[in-house]
């Protein structure tokens, strides 16, 4: 479904990303973890079309992502809180992403009466402007306008950063809920724990390179555990 061919992305001289060929099929779950710095950000912006490669390309549903807009239709994503319009209301953000999909009213108000146990009662309903919420309240602003459309295709970047345990556990099932009914996601987390639980396939990213992928499995999470803990303790004892 996303497929990255020989790409390299790189800062003056610096390789942020390489990958002599990724892809993700339709369905999967694929976690994308590393260590600050590994280069997890560039290849979510990479599949975004957010920074051009350095060389090679991407491809969704086997069409070059820099050649035509095809893919945004059905691709959700939410990187950060510039993906946001910090002088709108939450409410007026999400009424603007309903537009922009041609997605009813009547839609949007059922989409946040399903979706409230995430957000509370106030977010939408209060004269608060984005800029002005806790980074807690942007990411699910950003997060469920990312949803709203049900795109086939989700991307997120560190979703459970900010977010109250209450919160992570309505985003875990609601991931699990979304892929169960057919969407492909890749998603990026610190949290080893949290992003074996919910993925089907995991990519350890080092210095820009794919140094693992495995299929997630009962023992993945102590893997992970063991091999930064191992990097950690290599690091920490060379000095």
């Given amino acids: 479904m996303i497929e990255l061919h020989q790409t390299i992305k790189k800062f003056e001289k610096v390789i942020a990303f390489s990958s002599e060929h990724l892809r993700i099929d339709k369905g999967e779950v694929l976690g994308v973890v590393g260590n600050n710095g590994a280069g997890k950000t560039t290849m979510l912006r990479l599949l975004l ?12 549903k086997e069409k070059p992502v820099f050649k035509s807009d095809h893919w945004k239709a ?16 939450p409410i007026e953000y999400m009424e603007f992403i ?12 059922d989409f946040l009466n399903w979706n409230k146990t995430f957000y509370g009662e106030d977010l939408f309903k209060g004269k608060k402007l984005i800029r002005d919420l806790s980074r807690g309240n942007k990411a699910k602003v950003g997060i469920l306008g990312a949803m709203l459309h049900e795109p086939e295709i989700l991307i997120l970047d560190e979703p459970f950063a900010n977010l109250d345990p209450g919160s992570q556990s309505w985003l875990k099932w609601k991931l699990e809920d979304l892929n169960a009914r057919g969407t492909t996601m890749i998603i990026s987390s610190h949290d080893l724990r949290h992003i074996t639980e919910i993925t089907s396939r995991i990519i350890v990213l080092e210095a820009g390179k794919i140094v693992e992928d495995c299929k997630t499995s009962e023992d993945t999470l102590s893997k992970l555990e063991s091999y930064f803990t191992h990097n950690f303790k290599s690091v920490d004892t060379a000095y």
């Fill in 49 to 60: 079309d957010l920074s051009k490669p350095t060389s090679g390309y991407v491809t969704s």
């Fill in 98 to 109: 309903a537009s922009i999909n041609g997605i009813p009213e009547n839609k949007l108000k």
């Fill in 74 to 89: 059905y691709t959700g994503s939410y990187l950060d809180e510039g993906f946001l319009i910090p002088f709108l209301r």
